[in-house]
């Protein structure tokens, strides 16, 4: 089993109670998905035919989330993470996700992304 550990600089925000105007939405998905691409660059490879990952995005922020909201402001990085695996979309079957939350500093946030490859 190989494992990748990458730590991204990154406040996701509680998306199920916002209320943002589409394009604003757009452009904090599309910095979300850059930043992912970013800390991922070089270092994930995508799934080859037989493998299987577990990917584990904890949230590091000084306030928790409860677990649907959780889910929802790490989508973004999600999506970037199935797409640097070289899946359809992130529904694939081989992909476990997970979701966990660190109790961070005042103003840390971070998102650290945690892939384990089944070989």
Avoid at 21 to 36: F, L, N, S
Avoid at 43 to 56: I, K
Avoid at 89 to 96: E, L, M, Q
Wanted: include cysteine; proline fraction near 5%.
């Amino acid at each position: 089993m190989s494992a990748l550990e990458v730590i991204i600089p990154l406040r996701v925000a509680s998306t199920l109670n916002l209320r943002e105007h589409w394009a604003r939405r757009a452009g904090r998905i599309k910095r979300e998905r850059t930043a992912t691409a970013y800390g991922l660059a070089r270092r994930c490879r995508p799934l080859a035919a037989g493998q299987s990952a577990t990917v584990t995005l904890p949230r590091i922020a000084p306030r928790e989330l409860d677990g649907d909201n959780l889910a929802a402001a790490l989508k973004g990085v999600r999506d970037e993470v199935a797409d640097q695996l070289g899946l359809p979309n992130d529904r694939d079957p081989r992909v476990a996700w997970r979701y966990v939350q660190v109790r961070g500093r005042v103003k840390e946030y971070a998102v650290r992304i945690s892939i384990e490859v089944a070989v």
